[in-house]
């Protein structure tokens, strides 16, 4: 069984920053790829950046928000600079993993709430 736990969600004042922490653990061989997605109230769940083997960003983030992976810590962060607003939302991470019982295996994290201020 593979696990995603997230940290680092909060309440901040519009223009600050936030970064998530998103740790896999279980019975992982290699990770392919981890990323965020973010779900606002009555929105649709939406990506906000994975890393792969490439790295995206939505149009909404890229310049503001960076995502790195620290691979021996099978950890995936967020830096949130410059928050809106329009940020808040529900973050969720997102890993595609090689188990030795399952092959490609898609894992989802519980979530952390995302709130910024005006």
């Known amino acids: 069984q593979v696990q995603l736990v997230e940290s680092g969600g909060g309440l901040v004042q519009a223009g600050g920053s936030l970064r998530l922490s998103c740790a896999a653990s279980g019975s992982i061989f290699s990770i392919n790829a981890m990323g965020w997605y973010r779900q606002a109230p009555g929105k649709q769940r939406e990506l906000v950046a994975t890393s792969g083997g490439s790295t995206k960003y939505s149009d909404s983030v890229r310049g503001r928000f960076t995502i790195s992976r620290d691979n021996a810590k099978n950890t995936v962060y967020l830096q949130m600079n410059s928050l809106k607003p329009e940020d808040t939302a529900v973050y969720y991470c997102?890993?595609?993993?090689?188990?030795?019982?399952?092959?490609?295996?898609?894992?989802w994290g519980q979530g952390t709430l995302v709130t910024v201020s005006s």
């Open positions: 997102n890993a595609v993993v090689i188990t030795p019982s399952y092959g490609y295996l898609e894992v």
